[in-house]
């Protein structure tokens, strides 16, 4: 009989605490349908906000490029308003959803000092961003060779907000930090619109002098390549072990540096063949004497 009792009294307290919940819900219902459509006008509106970003972005990038701004210029401004813009996005989204604006500026202002402590290596290369676009020590399209001992050396391809990045000449990308280059000695090859470009030759001490130099010279007036505004010189650079070390130098377009190095030395030593100039290479002259004084 006992038994029955309680089992009746647990049924009945079920049946009551299903019917509170119940009766919570049913009062929850109209919080619940009003949050699930805060959320889907939520998701709505990042969608169009993202394509609103994309087309305020083009409209800027745009802008600057009518204001002949550098392409590193126009690349790091780019990158830092797509971040900026994204923020603001999901800022407004949140307040959206009912969070308090102080709650959301404290979380970023709280996020922003964690972050901050925990990339600084992240800030230095903003930091050497900026300092790259206002100092400007190169620019998309410059070749530039970074530390010339232990670096990396290529064509600039992009200025980010964080790094870098440049094309070898066998076409692989390199992406160096940003604060990396800001405390590198950078060499930039294309700075200017001419190049000096300095050759070597090596010939033997028993060629003619002044006619291998007179060759010279006149390789230098035929070629197109050479700045006829500007002073070209053959000289007799050193006296080596071997050889007699001949220097050329003359100026170039930095467009045209490489094909003119390697055309004018195919034409040195197609003239220095055909004239009997000798280009000497290493070697080591052994003279035996034997004991009785005879070699």
């Given at each position: ?7 009746e009294i ?14 919570y ?5 109209p919080?619940?349908i ?9 998701v ?18 745009r802008?600057l ?16 308003s ?22 959301v500026?404290?979380?970023l ?27 400007k020590?190169f620019?998309?399209?410059d070749y ?46 294309t700075?200017?619109?001419q ?5 070597k030759i ?12 007179e ?10 390549d050479v ?8 000289h ?27 055309n ?24 035996v004497?034997?004991?009785?004084g005879?070699?």
């Amino acid at each position: 009989m006992s038994d029955q009792i309680i089992t009746e009294i647990s049924a009945e307290a079920v049946e009551e605490h299903v019917n509170v919940l119940y009766e919570y819900l049913q009062g929850q219902i109209p919080s619940i349908i009003g949050f699930g459509i805060r959320v889907v006008l939520a998701v709505v509106v990042f969608l169009v906000g993202r394509k609103l970003l994309k087309w305020i972005l083009k409209i800027l990038r745009r802008w600057l490029v009518k204001a002949n701004a550098a392409e590193g210029v126009v690349q790091f401004v780019c990158s830092v308003s797509r971040i900026g813009l994204y923020l603001l996005l999901i800022f407004n989204i949140a307040i959206s959803l009912g969070v308090k604006e102080s709650s959301v500026a404290a979380l970023l202002g709280t996020a922003g000092v964690t972050v901050g402590l925990a990339l600084q290596g992240g800030l230095a290369n903003v930091a050497g961003g900026i300092m790259i676009l206002i100092f400007k020590p190169f620019q998309v399209g410059d070749y530039i060779i970074q530390d010339a001992a232990n670096g990396s050396e290529g064509t600039v391809s992009r200025i980010d907000i964080y790094y870098t990045t440049l094309i070898s000449p066998d076409n692989k990308q390199i992406v160096i930090p940003n604060g990396n280059l800001a405390n590198s000695t950078i060499l930039n090859v294309t700075a200017g619109n001419q190049r000096k470009l300095i050759l070597k030759i090596n010939i033997s001490y028993e060629a003619d002098l002044e006619k291998a130099m007179e060759i010279i010279r006149k390789l230098l007036d035929e070629d197109p390549d050479v700045i006829r505004e500007k002073e070209t010189d053959v000289h007799v650079d050193e006296l080596l072990d071997s050889s007699v070390c001949l220097g050329v130098f003359l100026w170039v377009s930095t467009d045209r540096y490489w094909q003119c190095k390697w055309n004018m030395n195919r034409r040195i030593k197609e003239a220095f063949d055909e004239n009997g100039i000798q280009i000497p290479y290493p070697q080591l002259d052994v003279h035996v004497v034997s004991r009785d004084g005879i070699s």
